[in-house]
């Protein structure tokens, strides 16, 4: 579900931005954007319907009814000249956008 480079930069961004203690990495979905549906990263804490996962060390939140959206998922992160940031590649996407952070499934 995570890259290396998305581990990595996550690592990076928990150690430099004061994540309280007990938050972890929510992955998730909601309805909107050009596609139909955009990709939801942050962090925070554990909720009632979440599932938790450890993927290198980071704990990881999702909402088990967006397991439907987000199985096989794998999260990315590049650092380049043209792309910057972390990427989503989705094998339920039957639609994406230019922009890469929606999708219709």
Do not use: W
Not at 50 to 64: C, P, S
Not at 81 to 103: E, V
């Amino acid at each position: 579900m995570l890259s290396e480079r998305a581990s990595r930069e996550i690592r990076k961004i928990m150690a430099t931005k004061d994540i309280p203690e007990g938050y972890g990495l929510r992955v998730g979905v909601r309805g909107g954007g050009c596609s139909g549906m955009s990709y939801i990263l942050g962090f925070d804490k554990q909720r009632e319907h979440d599932a938790a996962y450890e993927i290198d060390g980071i704990v990881l939140y999702m909402d088990k009814r967006h397991g439907l959206y987000l199985m096989g998922t794998t999260i990315d992160y590049h650092d380049g000249l043209n792309a910057r940031g972390f990427t989503f590649d989705n094998p339920n996407a039957t639609q994406t956008c230019g922009c890469g952070s929606s999708f219709a499934a």
